[in-house]
Nanobody, 110 residues
């Protein structure tokens, strides 16, 4: 599976961004898709996941601010990020099984 993320950028604290991840393959609708992030000098951590049936789960520090969703017709998973904080600054990656995208940089700064 090949994954391509987009949508990162520079945003002020309190702002919003929507990340997208397009996956290859004909069975996307069955995949559990993950978003992870890695901040400078820190370990990569999971952020959110969505199963093939649409169940979701979130890291506690983003719950209520981030929303993961999917569009199976477009083979795409999204991460809507609201009320962004400086500590959300990281490279964000999507993944499925052992496949990872190249990442997209999110910087939250005034």
């Amino acid at each position: 599976v090949q994954l391509v993320e987009s949508g990162g950028g520079l945003v002020r604290p309190g702002g919003s961004l929507r990340l997208s991840c397009v996956a290859s393959g004909n069975t996307f609708s069955t995949y559990t898709m993950w978003w992870h992030r890695q901040a400078p000098g820190k370990e990569r951590e999971w952020v959110a996941l969505i199963t093939g049936t649409g169940d979701t789960n979130y890291r506690s520090t983003v719950k209520g601010r981030f929303t993961i969703s999917r569009d199976n017709a477009k083979n795409t998973v999204y991460l809507q990020m609201d009320s962004l904080r400086p500590e959300d600054t990281a490279v964000y990656y999507c993944s499925v099984y052992t496949s990872w995208g190249q990442g997209t940089q999110v910087t939250v700064s005034s």
